[in-house]
């Protein structure tokens, strides 16, 4: 199922925790399928309960989906859980040097169905073993596109980063490659509940990780949810709940950076 079609080049696979109960994704996400399957061999996706419980019949269609393998969530699962046993799982069933792109569903299906189709396949394409573990930060084109609290609070976490570790990299990341091999050693040492695992996984790949700052990472939510982007921004840039929002996985972060002794995990 990963192999392409020539000798035995294995193919990337896309690994995407999804949570949509709103149902707003779903339909994006098969508009994506055929480009995702000119760049990727296989996808794996980790769909939360209560998507399964509020979006019956788009959870069917998508455990039909051949491309897709799905794990649903435990009702219990708190994201970084999730996240979790959806990347223990594809680094158990995958070759150990496959390429694995761990992404989110919004952010990927924006870049493969909006202008950035192009650039981000290019990328895909380019993300070979041997350059990998890989971190894909926003360029100063996409974070332009992004509410303004967004860049303020998340930029807090790369400045405290860089001070304890010595490289300002983005903790709450959006995309990262790397083998299966190098996830399965990894994930043994990410061990939180909630998103702040996303912050212990770049701390354990720290002294490895290769930096690409992207276009394609550029502000989703417009395209998506079918709004005007400028509204959109200045909407959530005055709403006191978006910084909360913010917040609450920053504080964790920060926690996670002030715990670390000084070596990768």
Known sequence: MTRGKHG???RP???????DPDGILFPHLQHAIPFLRQAFGHGYLSVTAVTLARQPAWTAW???EPF???LIGSDAARPG????ALYRHAAAVSPPEQVLHLGFVDRVVFAVCSDFRASYLADVSAATSAETPRLYHRSAAAWATHPANYRVMEGSITTAGEALLGRALDFAWCYMTLT????ARLMPGVTRSDMSMLAEMVVGLCDELEVREVDWLAWEDPYLLGRDATELRREREASPGEMRKRLGYVIPMLQVLASHNGRSA
């Open 8 to 10: 035995n080049h294995l």
């Open 13 to 19: 696979a896309i690994v995407m925790p999804m949570h």
């Open 62 to 64: 998508l455990a039909g």
């Open 68 to 70: 897709f393998t799905v």
């Open 81 to 84: 859980d999730q996240f979790a």
């Open 180 to 183: 299966a091999g190098r996830l």
